[in-house]
């Protein structure tokens, strides 16, 4: 009886659809600080970070080549070769429905307020706080 109890107590992961597999998150950054530290607090709730690209081009060629898989991705604003908008207007091009949540710096709130008009989904703003991140991508997959 229980583990019955222990069983039903026990709350779903965030990270996990209603079929039980886990949400398949790209993440497009060149701070490889922020990488870990996403890639750890989506962990934490079984999401599955299925790749990473640390520069736009390779987020778009990603993103395309992982296509349907991708579940969310979380693009920061300012990256080499292309900036997080550029990548944005693409994917959104190539896909209308991306689900895509901005990473931005304190102080880039023009780049985002453009970033939503574009398609983003939501934004979260560095550094990072757990509940943020994870309250963000949630409401973006609900």
Do not use: W
Request: charged content about 30%; overall charge neutral; proline content about 4%.
């Amino acid at each position: 009886m229980r583990i019955i109890e222990e069983h039903i107590n026990k709350k779903q992961p965030e990270g996990l659809k209603p079929d039980g597999t886990p949400y398949n998150v790209l993440i497009i950054d060149d701070s490889m600080f922020i990488v870990k530290q996403l890639s750890q607090i989506l962990a934490s709730e079984s999401y599955n970070v299925i790749d990473t690209a640390t520069d736009g081009e390779e987020g778009v060629r990603k993103y395309k080549e992982l296509y349907p898989k991708v579940d969310l991705v979380t693009l920061d604003i300012t990256m080499p070769k292309k900036d997080g908008l550029q990548v944005l207007k693409e994917i959104m091009e190539f896909d209308k429905d991306a689900k895509i949540v901005i990473i931005s710096a304190i102080g880039k709130q023009d780049f985002v307020k453009e970033a939503l008009l574009l398609g983003a989904k939501n934004y979260i703003v560095k550094p990072l706080n757990r509940e943020k991140v994870l309250e963000r991508v949630k409401k973006v997959l609900i």
